[in-house]
């Protein structure tokens, strides 16, 4: 068997989250036209059965961890920084690596950038790529004055990223099926020239061309090796997450351009009901309830007053769209109570935007659990 960890890399809105969705055939990321949308790293696990036939067509059994990262753009405050990290997290355990670009934009490509100039942040075959993770998130929010000094376009950084890397890499084209074929030789010739692929793979993940193809080649090169996860999960990420996304999936399609970017969601309470056994005789036993409380967290009391609408009516309409995709997520009905607090500049807090990473929630939680446990035996 093989199996091995596959980070996904590109530009905002370059259809990483599609992608994965499209791999797993599950909803693994939140997806929006909004760009960042992608905050934090995800897994995406695809299992892969093995095929017997001719030599040529044999393939053996695979498990492929593919880790959705944020979109590479440039750092302007303390959240921005931290997704960048979470790039350079996912680069430190990684068999393979896939850019996508965007088939549909102009590439911006001018002059090899190096990240680690750029940035202060070497790449991860440096050496050092432990003890400067850290320093890339601390690094001070750049001036008005010299914000675009930084690196001349995130193609550029993103090249500067993967010629650091010791692994192959693979160039995904996507939205192929929005350009003209004759497009796309051109923008090949483009990037080759940045780079020397180990394979150029077209796909459309909406349309899933491609992507029988990217699996295959992505099995010929992972090693041999056992099972990360059970054969039954697709993802890494808990379901309380999984439903804060859910809801800053539905802010992001509701709200403007403004809002979605100073928005922030944390699941303050997570009811999981008592599983209701089946009836054997008469009508099936109503699906049982989640009760879930959720907060909203914004920069500024204007934002506070988009989010909440005209008599509740936008926190409605954002409910009311999240709701529907966790009742799908969970299996069960649920009850959404949400509330919008106004938590000033948040994006520039380190401590609040670390609070977000689902790991540390988990961390809280079992910490929380086991401070309870002397008062319960006390009792």
């Not at 303390?78 to 934009?105: F, I, K, N, P, S």
């Not at 041999?224 to 059970?230: A, C, F, N, Q, W």
């Not at 099936?284 to 989010?307: D, F, H, M, S, V």
């Not at 926190?315 to 769209?321: A, S």
Request: hydrophobic share 40%; glycine share 6%; proline share 7%.
């Amino acid at each position: 068997m093989k199996s091995g960890f596959v980070a996904i890399l590109g530009r905002p809105n370059a259809g990483k989250s599609t992608l994965l969705n499209a791999l797993t055939g599950e909803k693994v990321a939140i997806v929006s036209a909004k760009p960042q949308t992608t905050r934090n790293r995800i897994a995406g696990v695809v299992e892969v059965p093995a095929k017997k036939g001719a030599r040529r067509d044999s393939q053996p059994a695979a498990q492929i961890v593919f880790v959705d990262t944020p979109g590479i753009h440039k750092p302007g405050s303390h959240l921005d920084r931290r997704m960048l990290q979470e790039v350079y997290e996912a680069l430190e355990t990684r068999d393979l690596v896939l850019v996508l670009m965007d088939a549909t934009r102009r590439v911006q490509l001018e002059a090899a950038a190096e990240p680690a100039k750029e940035l202060g942040v070497p790449g991860p075959d440096s050496g050092t790529w432990d003890s400067t993770v850290a320093q890339a998130v601390d690094l001070p929010a750049p001036s008005p004055k010299h914000e675009r000094t930084n690196w001349a376009s995130e193609d550029e950084f993103l090249f500067g990223l993967i010629r650091k890397l010791d692994c192959p890499v693979f160039l995904l084209l996507t939205k192929i099926d929005l350009v003209p074929k004759d497009h796309l030789l051109p923008l090949i010739d483009t990037l080759t020239r940045q780079f020397s692929f180990a394979q150029i793979i077209p796909v459309s993940a909406r349309k899933r061309d491609g992507l029988d193809l990217l699996v295959r080649k992505i099995v010929e090169v992972l090693p041999t090796g056992e099972r990360y996860y059970p054969k039954d999960q697709y993802t890494d990420q808990p379901q309380r997450f999984m439903v804060a996304e859910l809801i800053r999936e539905s802010i992001l399609v509701e709200t403007g351009e403004e809002v979605p970017y100073a928005s922030a969601v944390v699941i303050e309470q997570f009811e999981e009901p008592e599983p209701v056994a089946p009836r054997k005789k008469g009508p099936p036993a109503r699906l049982p309830l989640t009760r879930i409380a959720a907060a909203i967290y914004c920069e500024r009391n204007g934002q506070k007053a988009i989010l909440i609408g005209k008599g509740g009516s936008k926190l409605k309409e954002i409910g009311t769209g999240a709701r529907r995709q966790i009742e799908s997520l969970l299996g069960t009905r649920v009850y959404l109570e949400l509330h919008v607090i106004v938590e000033p500049n948040w994006r520039e807090s380190k401590s609040f935007v670390e609070s977000l990473d689902w790991r540390n929630q988990l961390e809280r939680l079992a910490d929380d659990q086991i401070t309870e446990k002397p008062s319960d035996a006390a009792e």
